[in-house]
């Protein structure tokens, strides 16, 4: 037994599901299934009792969830006063963060960060990767989460990798398209296409997609909008919107507000990275949670 079994299992006890749980792990239910298991292999008992949508856990499950939250707080506690040692935990730093996709899973991470210091100032700063990029150069940020766009051979900013992200062709769930199969991108134009104009340029696959199909690509409609600027407005239209399948997205689909169409030709995808300026390190705060959003957008992959 080990501290990211127990992590894992307290989190399925928490969401009552494992998918949510998962979701929150940023960890596929499968990987989690699997941890939950081995735990109950190695302890000999069954933990969880895995009823048809809500997991509940056992008599066993109960006394091990309470020892988990008090190893769990007693570990944080102390790497808590070791970082207070190092210089953590106070001041302020300032992160970017793309408007989409993206602010759910940072809006937890960095929740928990400022419950555990409460004394730093953490500033957040939302818009489009250009608009970042500016207030990074400037030294208004530490460091930004945005999309790599390889159309810039800009020297002054490191882009650290971290993980694929999906597009799909998304509408409203009372949209004409809304579960067909099979269509074709000719099919998909008789709409309008809605879209942030800056997507254009970090698409795998965007222009090759639509060349194939002696089509040209739709020209943008939006600006830089917010998660549900779009899941409202794809909701009450019938446009077709070129959405990221992350984060508020897809809640939206798994609660049956939006639709994801079925496009074979379909393979658009960007790459999501952390940006710094070249040849700088990072101050105490801002390394930790560097390193804490790292981990977390990194098993976006998995």
């Known amino acids: 037994m080990d501290l990211k079994q127990l992590r894992y299992f307290r989190a399925v006890v928490e969401q ?22 081995a735990l109950e292999g190695e302890l000999g008992v069954t933990l ?11 008599a066993f499950g109960h006394s091990l969830y309470h020892s988990a939250v008090e190893i769990q707080n007693n570990v944080q506690a102390a790497l808590d006063r070791l970082n207070e040692i190092r210089g953590i935990g106070s001041g302020r730093l300032a992160i970017g963060i793309l408007p989409y996709g993206i602010p759910a899973t940072m809006g937890r991470l960095v929740g928990r960060f400022n419950e555990r210091y409460p004394n730093l100032e953490i500033r957040i700063a939302l818009g489009s990767a250009h608009f970042l990029r500016k207030r990074l150069a400037d030294g208004e940020l530490d460091f930004m989460i945005s999309e790599v ?18 597009y799909g062709l998304v509408v409203g769930h009372r949209h004409p398209l809304a579960g067909k199969r099979n269509l074709t991108l000719k099919r998909i134009l008789e709409y309008r296409i809605a879209y942030a104009r800056t997507w254009r340029s970090v698409l795998k696959n965007w222009n090759e997609t639509f060349a194939s199909e002696g089509l ?44 994801e169409l079925h496009v074979p030709k379909v393979d658009w995808s960007s790459i999501v990275a952390l940006v710094y300026r070249a040849g700088e390190t ?4 801002a390394g930790l949670l560097r390193d804490e959003t790292r981990k977390a957008l990194s098993a976006l992959s998995a």
């Open 16 to 37: 009552a599901s494992f998918r949510k749980a998962a979701d929150a792990l940023h960890i596929s239910p499968p990987a989690l299934s699997l941890s939950v298991k």
């Open 48 to 58: 969880l009792d895995r009823n048809p949508g809500r997991v509940l856990p056992t």
């Open 149 to 166: 766009d390889e159309s810039l051979s800009d020297h002054a900013f490191e882009q650290e990798p971290l993980f694929r992200l999906r």
């Open 216 to 259: 040209q690509p739709p020209r943008p409609s939006i600006g830089e909008a917010t998660d549900f600027f779009f899941i409202n407005m794809i909701s009450n239209c019938n446009a077709v919107a070129v959405l990221p399948m992350i984060g508020t997205f897809m809640d939206a689909i798994e609660a049956g507000q939006l639709t």
């Open 282 to 285: 990072l101050s105490p705060n």
